[in-house]
């Protein structure tokens, strides 16, 4: 059975926080890769950034739907992600614009759980740690690859 270690990718390109929103774009292109971890300088993994976060940062803003009951004006829905969206279209750094709640599996997790993970939580690119290191990713093509039996690792 194929697991992680067979189908990531390990030569990894990762970015800091600091790393600008004009330097991810250019990077994801030239790389052709669909995102990246995000590591703090000591090596930890903080974040990931995708194509999808560069993609949000440009849509529309989205005005909260107000209530006007007598003299009071009741948001029906928070006012807080109106700060979150104005905070994303404004962002210009990685720091401002990733994931920081990142879904991460190790090498031994086998494809059927990886295609379960994507699937299920509607995430498109995987950090592979091992002992709190960053070792690989795996993106849906990687997985699509592995699914086709397509790779150039042995099977274990």
Request: aromatic content about 2%.
């Amino acid at each position: 059975m194929l697991k992680a270690k067979d189908i990531m990718k390990t030569d990894v390109i990762t970015v800091s926080p600091e790393t600008t929103v004009e330097e991810l774009g250019r990077l994801l292109i030239k790389n052709r890769i669909s995102g990246a971890p995000v590591l703090d300088t000591t090596n930890k993994l903080v974040g990931i950034v995708t194509e999808n976060d560069l993609i949000k940062q440009n849509t529309r803003f989205h005005i909260p739907t107000l209530l006007r009951l007598f003299d009071a004006i009741i948001p029906l829905e928070g006012f807080r992600s109106v700060e979150d969206e104005i905070k994303r279209m404004s962002a210009s750094t990685v720091a401002e614009i990733c994931a920081r709640d990142v879904i991460t599996i190790d090498p031994e997790t086998s494809l059927q759980d990886i295609a379960t993970i994507m699937y299920e939580k509607k995430i498109h690119l995987l950090p592979v740690m091992s002992d709190e290191k960053l070792v690989g990713v795996i993106g849906k093509i990687d997985l699509i690859h592995g699914i086709l039996g397509e790779t150039d690792k042995q099977e274990s």
